[in-house]
């Protein structure tokens, strides 16, 4: 059975030391860094199930942490573990993408709790959002075949949920208006004119503005693309 990785990142030994026997305590494997530059690298390296992140610390602070994993993309849970119990710095560790804020001294049952607890929340929310492609304003659900923008649906008929789910499911790609007809009608017989008058149809539903499309593009000469 594999076992969830959590990521200690403090700069005193005899704190990562405690939090790695509450962390093995839960079921959990615990890895610990000992800087916030050794953090960042390991999660470039290696996928983490949450981190437990210290704010003070020599160098690159707990701060500078999330907001570097943060804007490479990484989006594991980070519960931020500090001495400092000032609300300024709870609300801004949360505002710059940490999921909690704990204050030391700290209970170890909690943590744990706490741990395992936001563990499970992110790996539903992962399996959900394996039902839905998103891209940009717009989410297509794989499982009702629905088209949301904004999280408002809007409505399609069987040829234009089809058509967008094609475009959805291969962004930036070109399509040849032959591809296009294969794909949706199942016919290598192409109606020029039924394609366009889907294009237009769909550019009407989803467009801010269907005269100038940011999304549905004409790529004169060779086809049609989706962009986010």
């Given at each position: ?181 294969e794909l949706v009608w199942g016919d290598v017989i192409v109606d020029d004119n039924a394609i366009m008058v ?31």
């Amino acid at each position: 059975m594999i076992s969830e990785k959590v990521l200690i990142v403090d700069d005193d030994l005899s704190v990562r030391k405690v939090l790695a026997k509450v962390i093995q305590s839960n079921g959990i494997e615990p890895y610990q860094a000992s800087s916030g530059e050794e953090a960042v690298r390991l999660l470039q390296e290696n996928k983490y199930d949450l981190i437990l992140l210290d704010i003070v610390m020599n160098g690159m602070d707990g701060f500078e942490v999330v907001q570097a994993i943060r804007g490479k993309g990484i989006h594991t849970p980070i519960i931020i573990l500090s001495g400092r119990n000032e609300d300024y710095d709870t609300l801004y560790g949360l505002d710059i993408g940490a999921d909690d804020y704990i204050t030391k001294p700290f209970n170890p049952v909690l943590l744990g709790a706490k741990v395992k607890a936001l563990i499970r929340r992110n790996k539903q929310a992962s399996s959900d959002n394996q039902n839905y492609i998103t891209l940009g304003p717009f989410q297509y659900s794989l499982k009702t075949f629905k088209l949301y923008k904004n999280e408002e649906e809007i409505p399609l008929s069987a040829k234009e949920n089809l058509m967008m789910k094609v475009f959805m499911e291969n962004k930036e790609r070109v399509f040849t208006k032959e591809q296009l007809y294969e794909l949706v009608w199942g016919d290598v017989i192409v109606d020029d004119n039924a394609i366009m008058v889907y294009i237009s149809h769909l550019r009407n539903k989803i467009e801010d503005d269907p005269k100038k499309p940011k999304h549905i593009k004409t790529i004169w000469g060779l086809g049609y693309k989706f962009s986010e």
